[in-house]
């Protein structure tokens, strides 16, 4: 079980976007890196292909480290360290260092 998985809250501490909050759009297991929306900005000089497409200069996510990203624990609404719990129905399940709430 991964500490940070694809539709988490994370909030950047490390890099040019420390503090900004973003969701996770995908992570990239093999570089243990991941997308997040609207963090790691990088400009890209896009071409028009088509004549209803537009051209020029857009921003898109860059991958960014998973050590640089925490998750954001939704009952204490700080960026979290992660630990693992074992329910009485046999599940495994994040929860959150300082609160010891579930994700």
Do not use: W, Y
């Not at 992570?27 to 071409?47: D, F, M």
């Not at 292909?49 to 200069?57: A, C, L, N, P, S």
């Not at 624990?73 to 329910?87: N, Q, T, Y």
Request: glycine residues 8%; proline residues 3%; charged residues 30%.
């Amino acid at each position: 079980m991964q500490k940070i998985r694809k539709n988490d809250i994370v909030q950047a501490v490390k890099g040019k976007d420390r503090g900004k909050k973003g969701k996770v759009i995908q992570l990239l297991s093999g570089t243990s890196r991941a997308l997040v929306e609207g963090l790691n900005l990088a400009k890209k000089h896009k071409r028009q292909t088509r004549q209803d497409q537009k051209g020029g200069i857009v921003s898109i996510e860059m991958p960014i480290a998973l050590a640089n990203i925490m998750p954001v624990c939704k009952h204490c609404d700080r960026p979290a360290r992660v630990g693992f719990s074992i329910l009485k129905d046999g599940t495994k399940v994040r929860i959150c260092k300082s609160c010891k709430e579930a994700f």
